[in-house]
């Protein structure tokens, strides 16, 4: 046993965690993230962290990361030049994509359409063509595919993608693209639509194709440079990404593969958030992880995080398996303004990010944050990240004072306040889109509150959904480090098998599921993770014949290796229609794609356990202080969390603080100290 690292990078901080195996004992810190290179505050910050723990950075075993190399590519537009090859008669699939326009009917009027990320110009087309079946038309002419391929050379592309009609039936002409692409244009990485995605529906498996080579060189650029960064600085130990559903795969099949991890960073705190809750017993729970920048939350039902088929970065929706993660920008830095038209108090989206940063950090902020106003309310100590940024009072409660003036409030607290009731407002809209929204009622659900500012806002949230307790995890600023370190490899296989259930039967589906479930575990098995440590997920999209979408289906392994194969599936797909619409229908279920996700074993960390306490937390009291709550002063007691013991019972108002995180209780509420270290906050009537 020794020690596993976890290493989060987020828009304003690089969360690290370095985890004992054996005794769960853990260290962290948090550094300034370094947006221009994410790998100098990487590596700074294990730097730190192994220096905190009187570790060498050699005796780490394993380095585990979650990144948004991929998303901020796509998001700040720096990805590669692709060069896009088709079908003959199919060169304009990402210009038409669905027609879909969003908003109202004269929402087209308005609305900038993206530039996709392949350019029509950089788009040609071949001569070939391959069935739905998989059987040959027409066959690839070479001569005119090697002239089309010059042409993207002298184009001066930096990646290219080869996404042919009908070729998740048959990738062979796919492949011999890919070698003519290797001879006209040595060195410039190729992606196959055929590899990435092999389903049906050509332009959602073309647009997710063309977003993997988009980011494809910045992906490997970044691995590369972390990777010798790691080597040079005395770790030894082998680098592992965080895939977008909270599966880690090995660096270099990352940077292969960029696609899937567009949202690489979510997925560590919902799978975090998961490890902490099954310690206090809680299966069913909603995620709350509140940032510098931006607000992620998920849903969690029996321990499992929803996973989603789609994932959407910006403007931008791939065909990718992910944490169903939904993001508002509401965070930490989110800047509150009151437009002139119609002064009405705004928070967000536009953030004060890392540089300059909110007002009370002194660094060149003048716009009011919502961090300041949590200072002008009292809610935040001198200090943030273990001392690495000092808040002033007076610069904070300056830039709110511009919210107050404009809005002709009397005071700065009523303006500061506002500015969090509205934030908080933003989050409960984003918590309804995973619960309410999708048929589940939030106060069935317990809420789990991390990330630097979550905490802060947590009992508000919970208040506002219902959902109780609201569960606040040790070291919850760097939980996603500790989802980082605390989960599993995975490996996913899929395939498209349009079927109706009439001309399907149990053994044929059953013989196709486990020839992907013997893909996966191969690929599984080069990695290190031997065949009886394999955890098999089966998963089929399912829909009614002639619906125009499906929904996705998981499948107990006992109704794939032996019983009504069919039948269950259909049980398991009317439940979930139904609870999806409340409604049915009569028509013929139809198989559409299968996918099986084959995980090794989750890592045997130790739980630490906190000493038992009599109930009161005098013993981690540190001082009284004046804040501002339910619109006027009170008093509130300020508590170090790392003094506090298992039992104790903190009523509210209350702050407790610890180096990453600061937790706010409300009056008429407490926070009871779970053996496992984490808070529990219940309406005092609720306890």
């Not at 705004?346 to 961090?371: F, I, L, M, W």
């Not at 300041?372 to 990240?385: F, I, K, S």
């Not at 969090?420 to 509150?449: C, K, Y």
């Amino acid at each position: 046993m020794g020690f596993r690292l976890g290493v989060d990078v987020g828009g304003t901080f690089t969360d690290v965690l370095l985890v004992d195996e054996e005794t769960g004992t853990s260290y962290r810190t948090k550094t300034a993230s370094t947006p221009q290179d994410q790998s100098v505050g990487v590596l700074g910050g294990i730097r730190k962290v192994c220096r905190d723990a009187g570790v060498e950075m050699s005796a780490i075993d394993q380095v585990l990361h979650g990144t948004t190399v991929a998303t901020n590519a796509i998001l700040e537009g720096r990805g590669a030049r692709v060069g896009l090859v088709t079908t003959e008669g199919f060169r304009q699939v990402l210009q038409i994509a669905r027609s879909y326009v969003p908003g109202g009917l004269a929402g087209w009027i308005i609305w900038p359409k993206p530039e996709p990320l392949a350019r029509l110009e950089h788009t040609v087309e071949v001569r070939e063509r391959i069935a739905a079946d998989g059987t040959i038309v027409s066959d690839l002419d070479e001569e005119r595919a090697r002239e089309s391929l010059r042409l993207l050379a002298g184009a001066g592309i930096e990646a290219l993608t080869i996404s042919l009609i009908n070729s998740y039936a048959n990738g062979d002409h796919e492949k011999r693209m890919a070698s003519l692409a290797a001879e006209e244009l040595p060195g410039v990485p190729i992606s196959l639509s055929s590899r990435v995605l092999p389903e049906m529906r050509e332009y959602e498996r073309t647009v997710t194709t063309v977003a993997n080579g988009y980011v494809q060189p910045e992906v490997a650029r970044y691995v590369r440079s972390l990777d010798g960064a790691l080597t040079a600085g005395g770790v030894t130990a082998p680098l592992s990404i965080l895939r977008s559903d909270g599966g880690l795969t090995r660096a270099e099949k990352a940077a292969a593969n960029p696609v899937s991890l567009l949202l690489s960073g979510p997925a560590g705190g919902v799978t975090g958030a998961a490890w902490f809750a099954e310690q206090v017993g809680v299966r069913d729970f909603l995620t709350f992880d509140m940032g510098g920048t931006s607000t992620d939350v998920a849903l969690v039902l029996d321990g499992r995080p929803r996973v989603g088929r789609e994932t959407t970065v910006g403007d931008l929706t791939v065909r990718a398996t992910s944490v169903d993660v939904r993001t508002v920008g509401a965070g930490g830095g989110s800047i509150a303004h009151v437009p002139e038209l119609t002064k009405a108090l705004r928070v967000g989206p536009r953030s004060a990010g890392a540089v300059p940063g909110p007002a009370a950090y002194d660094q060149g902020g003048v716009e009011p944050t919502v961090t300041d106003a949590n200072v002008v309310l009292g809610y935040l100590p001198e200090e943030l990240a273990g001392g690495e940024i000092a808040l002033n009072v007076e610069s904070a409660r300056k830039a709110v004072r511009t919210i107050a003036d404009a809005i002709g409030l009397p005071g700065v607290e009523a303006a500061a306040a506002g500015i969090i009731d509205i934030v908080n407002e933003n989050m409960f809209g984003a918590l309804r889109l995973v619960s309410t929204q999708q048929g589940f009622d939030p106060r069935d659900f317990a809420l789990v509150a991390f990330g630097g500012a979550g905490p802060l806002h947590a009992n508000a949230l919970g208040r506002l959904t219902g959902s109780w307790p609201v569960i606040v995890p040790p070291s919850p600023g760097v939980l996603c480090a500790y989802g980082d370190a605390t989960t599993c490899v995975r490996d996913e296989s899929a395939r498209t098998m349009v079927r109706r259930f009439s001309t399907l039967d149990d053994g044929e589906l059953r013989e196709a599921l486990a020839e992907l479930a013997d893909t996966a575990a191969e690929r599984l098995v080069t990695e290190g993770v031997p065949r009886d440590e394999h955890t098999v997920t089966y998963m089929v999209d399912v829909r009614y014949h002639g619906q125009g979408f499906e929904i996705p289906i998981t499948l107990a392994p006992e109704s794939v290796t032996g019983g009504d194969l069919l039948a269950d599936l259909g049980a398991a797909f009317d439940a979930e229609h139904k609870r999806l619409f409340s409604f049915l229908l009569g028509n013929e279920r139809e198989v559409i794609n299968l996918r099986v996700t084959v995980s090794g074993p989750r890592p045997d960390v130790a739980r630490e356990n906190l000493p038992a306490g009599t109930g009161d937390p005098s013993g981690a009291l540190i001082r009284e202080t004046e804040i501002w709550v339910s619109g006027a002063p009170s008093t509130a007691r300020v508590y170090d969390r790392a003094r506090l013991l298992a039992g104790d019972v903190v009523p509210g108002p209350a702050i407790v603080i610890e180096m990453d995180s600061t937790t706010l209780i409300l009056p008429d509420h407490a926070a009871t100290v779970h053996d496992s270290g984490s808070l529990l906050i219940r309406p005092v009537e609720d306890r």
